[in-house]
């Protein structure tokens, strides 16, 4: 890495003094570019011979860089020394030759000369930061970091100004991976630059290694804390850091604390809500809603926190296996909030909620049927939002034996936004009626219609249905298993899991020949996936990766599998191992791209 740096920055050096070249000096140019590629190439005696030459003119003081580390690498100490002294006799105010000087006596093994030239050349700083900055860069050209360091942190006490450089001590310390220096100059700067907050818990989320350096980092926030209770950067802060640990209950208690403390209006709190519902952690959500419900109906956050209370609620109960009288509850809650606030644009959510509840759950879609249909006669309602209320009736007037008018709704959603997203979930849906209905031909159809669909998602499950729909109709027997696997989806549809799967085995049983394995072994590793069975769902998605390397869903399944070790069985290297092979096996997949981005994160490229 630090050769990397190293040439990158003698080529720029090189680049930047382009201009100094004189007119008619076209054979430099093709020295200066066989001499770089020698040097790239380790062929640093070949490489010193044309450099000798080329500094040897006038106005070519841009090549210093590379000739003299050239001569460092063939440890030519004593030419070195006379072209650098040279160089400083000429330009006594470019402290570049000085620190080069300094580089030189390092090479040589004399540390205290070294020390001695480098902390007499920062000593003479004058109260500019620009010529603080130069220094400062020209020991990061030489690898010196940490006279860099302390020339930044010299130009502070001239400058008296403790946040100054800030942004590029951090990029050395982030270089370095120097991490107690990194906590220190992040807890430093935040509370004057806060919008850097997201960037420091990004760095320090990749640079950690284990517990130990969040808890010192913690150690660090308390002691700020200590300073400036009020400082609300620092509970922030510190409530991330509690999160990377899975300690929502302790960072819930510190932001309670925080909003009693500063007798604020909890809008800390209830934005921190957010980062504990995307993590999983729906008790510490739900402690921190109804506390908020506490601060009485004046408060601003009382109606989003009740909004928020039950949506999360709705997370938690309708997971794996859910309990019919948790549901019920639930749904009348919902009731109550709409009859505090009325039915309107503003509460279409708690319909919309209440409906699912009622026609997946409860057994009840006829009600969930009546609750949409007036939903759509509401005042105000935007075309999107009546677009997918009505996608969403569809769905309900399946689950009522109204596939007709299913069909119908879907077909005048489609055609009232054609090309756009909401149409084309129309149609796909459509397409998915008619698979469940066993009428596919007429599903094909709208399938190859929408896999130019500008929505990538839709596009690809259009093409996988198309091509499952095609592979499987070729004789009688294939249709019939088709059927029976449609029939299998109508039941997750139904949200019927079990009998969904019982219907998945048997079709292997009824049809022994059937060429539908890969595609059983996917629906079932969805339904393992909704129900909360990780490692049921893991076993599937590896059997369709090692067995089916040409199907259909094999790309599909690696990223799952990825998805899966990362976000919900906490094994990184798993992860990384199925990221990758979705990259390198599968470079067409509409799945790469993100893999290629997470894959790259969990290497730690951002850093």
């Not at 402290?95 to 070294?114: F, N, W």
């Not at 909030?337 to 759950?361: M, P, R, V």
């Not at 090309?419 to 596919?440: C, D, H, M, T, V």
Request: with cysteine.
């Amino acid at each position: 890495m630090k050769s990397i740096i190293l040439s990158f920055l003698l080529l720029i050096s090189i680049a930047s003094n382009a201009q100094n070249f004189r007119p008619g000096r076209q054979i430099a140019n093709d020295d200066a570019s066989l001499a770089i590629q020698y040097y790239q190439d380790g062929e640093y005696e070949k490489a010193a011979v044309l450099l000798e030459k080329i500094f040897a003119s006038p106005n070519n003081e841009g090549y210093f860089d590379i000739y003299f580390n050239v001569l460092l690498k063939l440890k030519k100490y004593d030419l070195a020394e006379k072209t650098v002294k040279k160089q400083i006799k000429q330009s006594a105010d470019n402290e570049m030759y000085t620190v080069a000087l300094g580089k030189l006596q390092q090479e040589k093994g004399d540390a205290s000369a070294a020390n001695k030239i480098f902390s007499e050349v920062i000593s003479k700083l004058p109260k500019d930061e620009f010529r603080i900055r130069m220094l400062a860069n020209n020991f990061y050209r030489f690898e010196n970091y940490d006279y860099a360091i302390q020339t930044f942190k010299h130009g502070r006490k001239i400058l008296n100004d403790e946040k100054a450089f800030a942004f590029e001590l951090l990029n050395i310390y982030r270089f370095k991976k120097d991490k107690p220096m990194l906590m220190q100059e992040y807890l430093d700067i935040l509370p004057t630059a806060p919008q850097m907050l997201p960037q420091a818990e990004a760095v320090l989320s990749m640079i950690f290694e284990d517990k130990a350096d969040y808890q010192t980092f913690q150690t660090g926030i308390l002691k700020k804390i200590q300073k400036a209770p009020d400082e609300e950067i620092y509970i922030q802060l510190l409530t991330w850091n509690y999160i990377q640990q899975q300690e929502y209950d302790m960072a819930l208690r510190q932001l309670i604390a925080y909003d009693k403390r500063t007798k604020a209006d909890g809008t800390t709190l209830f934005n921190a809500v957010y980062t504990f519902v995307d993590n999983g952690a729906y008790e510490a959500a739900i402690k921190a809603y109804e506390y908020l419900i506490t601060k009485g109906k004046e408060n601003q956050y009382y109606l989003p926190a009740k909004i928020e209370l039950l949506n999360t609620k709705y997370n938690i109960q309708t997971k794996g296996k859910f309990k019919v009288a948790d549901l019920d509850i639930l749904a009348k809650d919902y009731q109550v909030l709409l009859d505090e606030n009325g039915k309107n644009k503003n509460t279409l959510f708690a319909i919309k909620k209440w409906s699912i509840l009622q026609a997946y759950y409860l057994n009840q879609p006829k009600k969930a049927e009546l609750a949409l249909e007036e939903a759509l006669k509401l005042p105000g309602l935007s075309p999107q939002e009546s677009g997918q209320l009505k996608l969403d009736l569809g769905d309900i007037y399946i689950l009522t034996k109204q596939p007709w008018e299913a069909f119908l709704v879907y077909e005048q959603v489609s055609k009232q936004f054609e090309g756009q997203p909401i149409g084309n979930e129309a149609r796909f849906r459509s397409a998915k009626l008619s698979f469940y209905q066993g009428n596919f031909e007429y599903s094909m159809g709208q399938c190859m219609v929408l896999k130019a669909a500008t929505s990538q998602l839709i596009a690809n499950d259009a093409l996988n249905l198309s091509l499952l729909i095609s592979d499987n109709i070729q004789t009688p027997g294939d249709s019939s298993a088709l059927k029976m696997y449609a029939d299998a989806e109508m039941l997750v549809f139904r949200n019927l899991p079990e009998q969904s799967i019982k219907k998945l085995d048997s079709i292997s049983i009824a049809f022994p020949q059937n060429t539908l394995a890969d595609a059983i072994l996917m629906s079932k590793a969805k339904i393992f996936i909704k129900a909360e069975q990780y490692e049921n769902a893991v076993a599937m998605l590896k059997k369709v990766d090692e067995n089916y390397k040409d199907g259909i869903w094999t790309d599909d399944a690696l990223f799952t599998l990825a998805d899966l070790y990362e976000k919900k069985l906490n094994d990184l290297v798993q992860a990384k191992i199925y990221f990758q092979k979705l990259i390198t096996d599968y470079s067409g997949s509409m799945f790469t791209a993100e893999a290629r981005k997470r894959f790259r994160n969990l290497r730690g490229d951002g850093v």
